[in-house]
């Protein structure tokens, strides 16, 4: 089944200590992306790659890192979190053919 | 500057009702243009999409959207609605550099 899968789902940390964010997609699909949900802001995009090594910011890049040593993983790095990075974040892959990205289910983290 | 605008917020219908979600963009030439959906705690998944060719383009789960290039409109339909369309929809568009531009969504209720 064609899919791409966060880890963790849910995440509750303090400020400051590092985490990353995991994402890695079936689909050998070259293009990935994350993006961030905030309530009235709709998503915003915050890393993407076209590929393997190629990595280029988004929209909101600030406090994030993100690598792609392999094609199907993408993880997000917030290396000294902010409560003001509490959110909802979605990794998404897509196909070059469709055009369609195909989401993860998303992985809620609070910074207190 | 180039956006994605999704004039309501929220829009509460009658089950069994028309719908009629709206989506404009500002972008020099036509992006292609895509609708997501996103159900309760779920990820997003893509309804329908536009690239070029007939201007009437029909998704999942009953729903259409029609291209107007002289509105930069691509409002999404559905003649009747039902229960479990409650979601939030998503307008996005990508003009050419494989980066997808969200609108800010509109939230479904439907009332028995």
Known sequence: ?112 | AQSVTQPDIHITVSEGASLELRCNYSYGATPYLFWYVQSPGQGLQLLLKYFSGDTLVQGIKGFEAEFKRSQSSFNLRKPSVHWSDAAEYFCAVEPGNEKLTFGTGTRLTIIP
């Not at chain 1, 309530?39 to 929209?59: A, F, H």
């Open chain 1, 1 to 112: 089944e064609a899919q791409v899968t966060q880890n963790p789902r849910y995440l509750i940390t303090v400020t400051g200590k590092k985490l990353t964010v995991t994402c890695s997609q079936n689909m050998n699909h070259e293009y990935m992306s994350w993006y961030r949900q905030d309530p009235g802001l709709g998503l915003r995009q915050i890393y993407y790659s076209m590929n393997v090594e190629v990595t280029d910011k988004g929209d909101v890049p600030e406090g994030y890192k993100v690598s792609r040593k392999e094609k199907r993983n993408f993880p997000l790095i917030l290396e000294s979190p902010s409560p003001n990075q509490t959110s909802l974040y979605f990794c998404a892959s897509m196909g070059r053919v469709t055009y369609e990205q195909y989401f993860g289910p998303g992985t809620r983290l609070t910074v207190t």
